[in-house]
């Protein structure tokens, strides 16, 4: 199986509710959030929202490395983009996965099909900014 041919097979589980998190037992990705009034902590969303299914956090695993690692973000996000902050970049990088593709999403060119657009809250996005950067 080509590497394109891996990164549909893991998207197309993640799609389908069986995304492998951490424990290597297949469960569906929790995509809610926070209930209502509930302080939003970037680690558990990253969890969640089921970014740790493809790409290695802070402190996590994915069971299948298909993006790119992002556990030390802070020491190169602010760099990815010449006029970019590091948290505009991880924001971005969220909120509109193809607007710049990774140098480090080769050789599958990027995600501009595998990465999904995220449904979160300016909330939500902060924490995961704050949870990706150290911050």
Known sequence: ???????A??????AAGGAIVGSGRASAPDV??????DPVDGATLFRTKGCASCHTGPDTT???RIGPDL???ASWAGDRRPGTSAADY???SVRSPGAFISPEFEPYGGPTGAMPVLEV???ELDALVVYLLGE
Request: charged share 15%; aromatic share 0%; hydrophobic share 45%.
């Open 1 to 7: 199986m080509t590497g394109r041919g891996v990164v």
């Open 9 to 14: 097979t893991v998207v197309a589980l993640v």
């Open 121 to 123: 809250s300016d909330d």
């Open 32 to 37: 809610s959030g926070p209930a209502p009034g």
């Open 62 to 64: 994915p069971a299948a």
């Open 71 to 73: 556990s030390d973000a």
């Open 90 to 92: 991880v924001a971005e």
